[in-house]
């Protein structure tokens, strides 16, 4: 009877594991379903679309197969760098790098020979000047073809053969295309501008008796020769490079539409097999070698596809692989006692997995659609996320592989600002705080963009958060209903430091969408401790600061005043998106995937549809082109229920840990920082989306965020996968 | 403590939700003003114009800023002064625009070099107390400007010394440049829906809408046409019409709201309710095309020219030992409503190489003949192809002779007697039509009228027929479109008749689409100011006196081979080669005419546009005007009794005996074809003389390049250029159910070459072929799937 109940017993346990995994599966299937439909017609409408890509690859793909030889530079500095080193002056930019085999060369020419050297370095000046102009009266007679090509398919600027001569009975003289016309004129002007350089500063160099000074002088012509400078030369070869990636670019895409189910279907399994991978019994380096081949398999299937480069093409990844695979191996065989137990991570829900994968995916659909249809300069934007998403797919599972790791690393960290310490660890922590400012200013000193120092401020913002909430909060709202607000306002003045630091971090790098996004999240977090009126008064007196200081600043003065008056601000943005929301709710159910009009309903040539940031800032009123209001909102309420199980989630789980007792255990302290990371995350991801959305629709001024795991975003995709993996797929048995 | 505490995330999740229908509560009420939910069609920033325009007004040559600045050297102080913020930005920014000025001036834009002066930007603009910081974004916007658009931007503007002299007042004193407002406005790009595209009914004349759900634009048009009591057709005129683009290019100002012409055209009442709401549509148009038989057409000339369709299993192509597969290398085929001169199907198709060789553009097709640059059949400069049935021009070779026939018959002399005409018709005798063209006593045989005017009364029945249109013409305009329609709306380009009086020429003239319809008889015309085109013929100046033509008439086995020298011209325009040009539209458009002048009706030239609507379901008033002269003024006609002599002996052309017979065998069967039909046809075959095969063709070039590089001067004679090789069909017929000629069919193809050999494989006329197939189409089936 014993035997028989443990068995009914685990039966019991086995179908209640079983049954989130059948959901999942369920919703997997369906979000496929879903997925495919919509790439199908994306698919179906993209054929005007990929007029534009097989320009660009055409202008490439065919005459010019043999690819520019080395660099000058690199030929110089591999065959003669001890030499470069020392006839050059030392501050020349880009002088070749010690290298241990040049340390061996005593190489101290004599007259003679550094003479014969610099002959032979304007003898390879000169030819490489004159291949250059071999490759473009190529490359444009390639282009002309290519624009003849769109121009006979479009069918728009043609006109009758009229001309006749009588001579010849027929002559079916055309009318030259106005592209091509454009693209002759072009050509001639970039080869009068090089022919006008190559006179003016290669062949006074080349051609005259060579001596000794002029070596600086040849070797700022080689440099140019690479694209380096900012001389006309140097332009102009920058352009071309650039026009050969944009070629290759081009192929990538057009393999990537042409192949789009199956590659759809590929990382849908992808994410299906690591996540699930990650629930095996097995040991934490097994399961990240697992990923790590899953990975490599996928890499070489879309490679096979067409979707990606060869990984031959990165040596330096594949020895890392072969170093890190032998490493493995030892730790294996003579360490396998010091592993770890084998994990198990399980996600939260059953829709969480499916959930991410059915937003990045139409996200990228979305992006898709645009860069088949929209403005010329964002044509490439879905490869560029399409590798991001691909990466996304094994950083996902591998989040949570980490998550130990990095829940270690926010509770040494919240120990450290939250916890009770010595005046001189209060000194270190407000200096760290400087410190975090003053790189955020480094970081906006150096050009690192926008958007990447705006995840990352998010990204600190959180983490600083999660410590204040499991340490300070409690205490804060417990004081606060006793009536010592004195002390309640001591335990709030971190949060509030926190905050004073993120905004200058936020006003250093002129980013300051994300601000308010955090501000809101602070705001909850502070209604919650002081109760409703409290909070909802905060609330207001922070959109009012921002109101008021906004006016005078330049951007959000801007963005205000699109906001007042969307038809006569300085900006148009507003008055765009309104314009096309208007349209696009003529119909019930919008435009249509891969219909929509983004440049405007005429057939006029210039793109002058909505703003160039629709990808990114604009996505709910893309969703509105594709699907229509009901469909937007339905989406939005889809989307919004997705992340509420989240909070859902925390909040049923929250009672069973948040008491005195598990707060002494380590293990359960880790359980609570997991889950008001999420709980964190949930809320930020709600309010940044709400945010967005109230942005589009003019009801709050543009903030420039865009909607987590939907818009465009290499760095906000990754965050926000980090974000779901490691605190969405939570380690059940350690 | 902790159990205690009011704290909890539960809490904390409602505070989400209460915030967020807080904030977007209060968005949409905000949302709720005015100014936001009546959406004004354009934005337009006043306050970023007037700041630009008072720094505008700074801008001034460099002498005139020199004294400027010397008479500004009092200046008063204002909110923007050196120690005042921004000062030194607003610095930076002026030199940065006045470096822009210089390049413009150094781009030979304008003559003298513009400046603009600080000191006196700061003086004035204290009198209006503006800050520095409004100034120098003033100037900044125009850097923006400059950095994103380049100094086109700079160009665009409104510069007083490129003006004329007479425009000038309207600067203000003191005024050099000036930013005009609509640099400034934006207009939506979704103002508007464009105008539906319907076809016709060719039986009927109804409006036909695509009977297709799956895209939002066309649910729209079927409701918009609705109350019209439209048909339905599975076929779109978007996936069957070959440049249909082209076709539309000329309406675009009325269709598409967003056209810079739109308001002028159309106005802002063109408005419908979509969606509950209402708004602008462009003008509904209706095209001639019938998308039935558009459909049906074009699948028989992409069969034929190389498409591997499932449909093509019902033709027998014969396209075995051609290059590509394909029996014809292009085909064009047009068909011509005769009582209303509507275009009923324009179809177009050219195989692969074909494309390749005129437009050079992608990879080399697979399985291409290969012929030698810069001839007729792979242009030096490349071009584009868009719709051969309307654009194509070839000399139409013996489809003249219903024409010459037409002018023949006119002048019946005992001396110059017709006997055996009608034979010769049948069999298409160039030889004996020319005979008697130029007046020969017998067909034949004899001496020729010293005076003859049956060239003369031939170029009256081109004229009649309608070609030649403008020919005649006395302007250098006319001559330059010399036998050439408006194919929108049927009307001549060149002549003024008072029956457009009160049209609004130039609106007119926007939406007009020219189109050769055909011209003979013609010869090259070059003005003084350098127009060149073509006019008619002198008569009797052009024609050669008896002994020449008796002389021309006996070279060769058969005759009128060698027939050089001056006015000799005549007769390669007797062959329907030489000047002599025409479209396929022109030559169904010239059969429809016969027919008509046949039955003693009134003729229209072609027209491909039916109507233009509005929202309301009127028609446009420009139009109606323009459709009531082209009623009037369609080609004269012939006599009835002359038009049905000509037709009546082109009846028997599919008759044993005739050119088509074999054609009409293929696709009817013998039996059938030894009677009438209800159809009356006529072949072409021009330029038969070149038989080179294409080893040949490029040894020939070959050698012209190397005799081109010695002294010789008969290298284009020797070694002459290919000519294309065409073959045409051209008949009216009767359709399922008619009693009379109701339609007419012109089909012009490019011949293909055998692979075997590299010679012309086109023994059996592949125009007539698929002429007869069209045609057995229209009379055995319904036109409707």
Redesign the interface.
Known sequence: MAVKAVEAQSITARRAALGPVALEWVFFVLALCFVLWLAHDVKRHAQDGELRWQKDS?AAA?GLSTAMPMSLIDVWCQREGAFVRKIMSPDTPGLCRWSPASAFKSDVPSPEATHARLQVWQQEIASRAQQWRQRWTAEDALQM??A??A??M?????????G?D?A??????????SEVSRLQAQSNNRLVQWDQWVKEWVAPLTQSPVAEVQADALWWVARALEGVGTDVGARTVRQSIRAQDQAKRADYLQNIVQQLPWLLLGHCLLTVLATHWMRSRAAPLHQFNGLLVLGMASWLGAFALGAAPSPVAYPPLLIALGVWMVVSWVVVHFFSRTAAPPPTYKPINASWIPGWWLFTATGWLLLLDQSLHFHDRLRFLALEQWWAWAVSAVLLPLAAWASPWLLLAVQRLAHFLWGRHSRAKMVMRGLLGVVGVLVFFLAHRLNIPQYVTGEVLKLVFLVSLCGWCVWK???A??LW?AGHARATLRDLSGAMVLMVLVAAAAFITSDKGPLLVMA?VL???L???MG?TG??AL?MLG?GAIFLVGVDLDVVGERLEAWR??????R?DM??L???Q??A????W???VG?V?W??????QAC??LPLQLQSDYTFTAIMGWWGPWGAWLWLLLFSLYA?RA??H???V??QV???LQ?LQPAAVKEVFS??LL?LFA?LV??QT??TV?GN????PLTGVTWPLMSYGKSSLWITTVFVGAWGLRRAHA | ?????????????V??????T???G???V??QRE??RT??P???????WQGVQSVLRHVAPVSATSQAMASAQASAGGLCAAAQPGFERLQKSVTVFNLHLTQLARASFVRQTYQLNIERLIQETAQSDQACVELQRSVQ?LNDQVRRQGLGFLQSLSWKERVAESAQARFELQSWVSMPKHMLT?????????GCVYGTDAKTGQPVVVDRAD??TWK?CQAEVAAQQALRSPFSLWDHV??L??LL?PL?AWR????AQYPEHVGDENTTQ??G?K?TVGMHVQLSIDPSWQASLQTLAECFSGKALPACARFATQADGRYEKARVRMAGLAVIDVPTGRLVAAASANSPCY?HD??????LPADCPNLPEDT?HK?R??????NHA??????PGSLVKPLLMSGIVMHESAQASLVGLDQAMQRSDSQQFLDAFLCRQKLGQGSFSASCDRPALTLKSAHRLGWNSGCDGLTDAARAQCGMVDLMHGLPLAQRPPQLQGVDVLNWRASDL???MGQTLV??FRSASGVSG?QDMPWPESLPSSEKRKTCAASGTKGYVRCTGPQMAIISEGYG???T?ATPTGVASLMATLANSSHGQASHHPHVLVDRVGTDGQTDAQLQRLQRAALTIGPEGIEPTVARRVLAAMEKTHMPGGTAYSACVRAFGAEACSASRGVAGKTGTP?DADERSLSQLAQDMRARAQCRNTTAKNCAQQFP?P??RYRWYAAVFKSQGSERYDKAIAVLVHSNWRKSDGRYADDQNAAAEMGMLAIKQFQTAPAKP
């Open positions: 055409q065919s073809r290519a003849m090509t121009e006979a479009n069918a728009t600027d043609e006109w009758p053969a009229q006749m009588a010849a009975g027929v002559l079916l003289e055309p009318q030259v295309p909060m409690p205490f709202a417990q209903h809101m705001a909850v977090l209604a919650t401790v409703w909070g909802m609330l959109f008056d969307p038809f006569s601000a300085a148009d008055a765009r309104m314009w096309f208007s349209e709710a003529r119909f019930d919008g435009f249509g219909q009009p440049c405007g309903t005429s057939r006029l002058h549809g509420y909070l859902v925390c909040a049923t929250s009672p948040l008491t005195p707060l889950i008001h709980f809320v709600l309010m709400w945010i109230a629709l003019s009801w709050l | 403590m902790l159990e205690q505490a009011r704290f909890s995330l539960a809490r904390a999740g505070m989400v939700g209460l915030c967020a807080v904030v977007l209060a968005g949409w905000m949302n100014a936001v959406q004004a354009v934005h337009f920033s006043a306050r970023t916007w934006t207009r939506s790009a979704w103002s508007g829906l464009p895209s939002a729209f070959p440049g683009s082209t290019e675009s598409l709201p967003q056209h979509v969606g709401q708004q494309s005129k437009t050079r553009l992608g990879p007729v242009p400069v490349p071009q584009t192809l868009t309307l654009f194509t021009q070839a000399p020219p189109v050769l010869q090259p073509y080669q030489g000047n040009l330029g250029l000519r294309p």
